[in-house]
């Protein structure tokens, strides 16, 4: 199994960004996906996850409304649109795949993380 995730950077408030999430090694149908994030001395919080039959979407109070998880017809790529971006989003993004859920630690696979900083 593997994440690769892309699409990081720097972004001023209140602006947009995607990240991507490219999966190998297995297929999307056995996993749940989600993105979970974590900040410079702070615990990991899952913020979105999409489930893996249904396609239903859960997310994070945090972001409800301003995120969007979604994967691209074939499911080899999960996406996480970010939209009106808060200084308080800044943190390191990871794909993860698992049960679903917004616990990280229901999930088992995880990327190597892409950092978004908002400022």
């Known amino acids: 199994v593997q994440l690769v995730e892309s699409g990081g950077g720097l972004i001023q408030p209140g602006g947009s960004l995607r990240v991507s999430c490219a999966a190998s090694g297995f297929t999307f149908s056995s996993y749940a996906m989600g993105w979970v994030r974590q900040a410079p001395g702070k615990e990991r919080e899952g913020v979105a996850t999409?489930?893996?039959?249904?396609?239903?979407?859960y997310y994070a109070d945090s972001v409800k409304g301003r995120f969007t998880i979604s994967h691209d017809n074939a499911k080899t790529t999960v996406y996480l649109q970010m939209d009106s971006l808060k200084p308080e989003d800044t943190a390191m993004y990871y794909c993860?795949?698992?049960?679903?859920?917004?616990?990280?630690?229901?999930?088992?696979?995880w990327g190597q993380g892409t950092q978004v900083t908002v400022s």
């Open positions: 993860a795949a698992g049960l679903g859920g917004l616990l990280p630690r229901l999930y088992n696979f």
């Open positions: 999409i489930h893996r039959d249904s396609g239903g979407t």
